[in-house]
């Protein structure tokens, strides 16, 4: 028999297999990119695991989730974050020379700070521009010609790729269940599909239109148009995602192993 000290987190084997497994047959099935977020479970043997089945590469919420990556050998990471300050320029112009990144951008301010980036490691920066879809805390509004100006600007910074668009739907986890997480997907996806067609026929083409938000993906990840999706939650499943309809219960991979003292 085995003994914990507790608290301990336990982690089901089987669930999460069945949890990645059904995940990137999604995506298959979908036509569209896995590129699943990192920071639900920050574990190099998980992202070597989503790898294996298919993943196209990793997303990660900052600079110090890239570099445990790449000590891992994961060398394709999207950083799906804004960068600024000057020690954030010197990690990431090391980390560029070791990795093939993409990093987030919604305003002028952060591609000068990219193109600074890409001058001193010599290379060439792929950016996403960030789409504010709801969540209202980062990115370019799609209304409008704000993100129109944005992807020019980058097209026109010879250190800088423009590669496509991305947005999270975070505020699906104030939604009110099942019927309103499925309002929130349908939308994401659409708007992003509406904006990837506005910037084609400005002369911008997406060559990635991205959308996160494990609640929402297998809703927003099949609207036409739409080509990554990047779950983060979906590895473990929580209470939150059982609440809103998203899984049963039986689902949840993860668990924290507790000892009664009162």
């Known amino acids: 028999m085995v003994t914990w000290d507790t608290p301990a987190v336990l982690v089901d084997e089987s669930k999460l297999a069945a949890n990645l497994a059904d995940m990137a047959r999604f995506s298959g099935e979908a036509g569209v990119a896995l590129r699943p977020h990192m ?3 920050k574990t190099a043997e998980i992202a070597l695991l989503q790898l294996g089945l298919g993943a196209a590469g990793v997303t990660v919420a900052k600079l110090g989730e890239a570099e445990e990556m790449g000590r891992a050998g994961i060398t394709d990471i999207f950083i799906a974050n804004q960068l600024f300050g000057e020690q954030k320029l010197e990690r990431l112009t090391r980390l560029l020379a070791a990795c093939t990144l993409t990093v987030a951008v919604d305003g002028p301010e952060g591609a000068a700070f990219l ?9 060439r920066i792929p950016v996403l521009l960030e789409i504010n879809t709801g969540l209202n805390r ?6 409008g010609d704000d993100a129109a100006h944005l ?20 505020h699906v986890y104030g939604a009110a ?43 927003s990840g099949q609207v036409k148009g739409v080509t990554e999706i ?14 809103l309809g998203v899984v049963p219960v039986e689902r949840c991979a993860l668990s924290v192993l507790t000892t009664v003292i009162s």
Request: charged letters at 20%; hydrophobic letters at 40%.
């Open 230 to 243: 990047r779950p983060g939650n979906y590895v473990f499943y929580d209470a939150i995602q059982v609440g």
């Open 138 to 143: 980062c990115g370019v509004l799609p209304e």
């Open 177 to 219: 269940g099942r019927e309103e997480v499925r309002r929130i997907g349908q939308q994401e996806g659409e708007v992003m599909a509406r904006l990837a067609g506005k910037l084609g026929k400005a002369g911008i083409p997406p060559d990635v239109v991205s959308v996160g938000s494990t609640p929402t993906v297998k809703i």
């Open 115 to 123: 193109a600074a980036a890409g001058r001193a490691a010599g290379k």
């Open 39 to 41: 920071k639900s479970h």
């Open 151 to 170: 992807a020019g600007k980058v097209m026109q910074t010879p250190e800088l790729v423009f590669r496509g668009i991305f947005t999270h739907a975070g």
